[in-house]
T-cell receptor
Framework: AQKITQTQPGMFVQEKEAVTLDCTYD???????LFWYKQPSSGEMIFLIY??????QNATEGRYSLNFQKARKSANLVISASQLGDSAMYFC???????????????FGTGTRLTIIP | NAGVTQTPKFQVLKTGQSMTLQCAQD?????MYWYRQDPGMGLRLIYY???????DKGEVPNGYNVSRLNKREFSLRLESAAPSQTSVYFC?????????????FGNGTRLTVT
């Protein structure tokens, strides 16, 4: 079973509108973390935002926020007031808890390609 | 601060040739990783090293070997390259011990096997 599912292969959004990128996850571990990364056409991987399973509030970083619904196992990324520079691939990823020390790896979804239209 | 440095940036190999991808980080991180990225498949973990002296297989380890040379360096070796190994390879590092530490990525190596 997929641990991270991103169901939107591509999205087109008008500049200045808000956009929500979907991410659902599957884990039985009570301790886990969810990450979003941006990959522009230049290819580098840029860390955007983190949400911990025990965090009481949804994470926010500037124009990025995370709509974390634990019971539904979803962690959607919301970008407010989209800009042309937001056009990129976006990846959701999960690190499961450190119940066994050394379980450090991140598992990635297949990504969503976001295109901002002027 | 260079962060995570990968070499080379591009490489073309013939089937059966071998090569080593080099990775070094200067952030004093304990954990290092090798991922490959293929269209439509996201990033898949090849090998990782939770700390110096240890390495573990990830999701797609077949055809690869790794060496954690010291805390800074983690290399990936293809002993006999195959066209299925055509991909973009990313090295990454992170602090260890807490779930919230993000991975810091290098800029990738684009490998083509003909």
């Amino acid at each position: 079973a997929q641990k991270i599912t991103q169901t939107q292969p591509g999205m087109f959004v008008q500049e200045k509108e808000a956009v929500t990128l979907d991410c659902t996850y599957d884990t039985s571990d009570p301790s886990y973390g969810l990450f979003w990364y941006k990959q522009p056409s230049s290819g580098e991987m840029i860390f955007l935002i983190y949400q911990g399973s025990y965090d009481q509030q949804n994470a926010t970083e500037g124009r990025y926020s995370l709509n974390f619904q634990k019971a539904r196992k979803s962690a959607n990324l919301v970008i407010s007031a989209s800009q042309l520079g937001d056009s990129a691939m976006y990846f959701c990823a999960m690190r499961e808890g450190l119940s066994n020390f050394g379980n450090e790896k991140l598992t990635f979804g297949t990504g969503t390609r976001l295109t901002i239209i002027p | 601060n260079a962060g995570v440095t990968q070499t080379p940036k591009f490489q073309v190999l013939k089937t059966g040739q071998s090569m080593t991808l080099q990775c070094a980080q200067d952030m004093n991180h304990n954990s290092m990783y090798w991922y490959r990225q293929d269209p439509g498949m996201g990033l898949r973990l090849i090998y990782y090293s939770a700390s110096e002296g240890t390495t573990d297989k990830g999701e797609v380890p077949n055809g690869y070997n790794v060496s954690r040379l010291n805390k800074r360096e983690f290399s990936l070796r293809l002993e006999s390259a195959a066209p299925s190994q055509t991909s973009v390879y990313f090295c990454a590092s992170s602090e260890a011990g807490r779930t919230r530490f993000p991975l810091h990525f290098g800029n990738g190596t684009r490998l083509t096997v003909t």
